[in-house]
């Protein structure tokens, strides 16, 4: 390589460097010359947005989120996210909406309507909570961390019977399956650590 060509693969290098550095600073827009490099880019956004929640960057990573989604509308798993930083920092009503919106998207997405049901459970809509994690227990296939949540809200609104039985289902999946997994995204009403026997924490905002 002679010295204008490495020169022009200086210039080319510096120029994708500061169009990362614009996309990862998550406020210039994404201008990518075609769309392998827009996948890349958003990529590389997305990374560093679920690096900043896994960090606990909560405040810092809401303006990120949004700023992303502008670009990436229809990526639910960056909404959810988007909806458990709000949650963290207490912004529940903002985080209904998220999760509103990744239904409208994809009305199948169960983690949302598990996290919609969760944030019902809080503000004491037990109806409306129940008929969320109803639906999403059953349309997931019977997810267990789904399951430990309805089970809770059936508890919380006197539905002991059905607690019961619920809290049945997923004793069993748990000594099936040997753990509880949960998404990093996904909220939960209860510790899954704790037995469904113990006493939990009653729902509060």
């Known amino acids: 390589m002679n010295r ?11 120029a994708l460097a500061a169009t990362a550095a614009a996309v990862l600073s998550h406020t210039a827009p994404v201008v990518p010359a075609n769309e392998a490099e827009q996948e890349k880019l958003l990529a590389a956004w997305k990374n560093g947005v679920s690096t900043m929640v896994r960090e606990h960057r909560y405040r810092e990573a809401v303006p990120t989120l949004r700023n992303y989604l502008r670009y990436a509308p229809a990526d639910n798993d960056v909404r959810r996210l988007l909806g458990k930083v709000l949650f963290e920092i207490r ?11 990744a239904l409208l998207n994809d009305p199948n997405d169960c983690i949302s309507r598990n996290n ?21 227990f059953e349309n997931s296939g ?37 753990e509880l997994p949960i998404p990093e995204d996904a909220l939960m009403l209860v510790n899954p650590a704790a037995s469904s026997t113990q006493k939990q924490p009653e729902a509060k905002p």
């Open 142 to 178: 019977q997810e267990l961390f789904i399951g430990a949540n309805l089970a809770r809200c059936c508890e919380l609104a006197g539905e002991t019977n059905e607690a019961r039985r619920v809290w049945h289902i997923v004793a069993e999946g748990t000594r099936r399956d040997g």
């Open 4 to 14: 204008r060509e490495w020169v022009l693969f200086a210039m080319l290098a510096a």
């Open 116 to 136: 919609l049901g969760v944030l019902f459970a809080l503000g004491r809509r037990w109806n409306d909570a129940l008929r969320e994690l109803r639906e999403a």
């Open 91 to 101: 912004r529940y009503a903002e985080a209904g909406d998220v999760y509103y919106v």
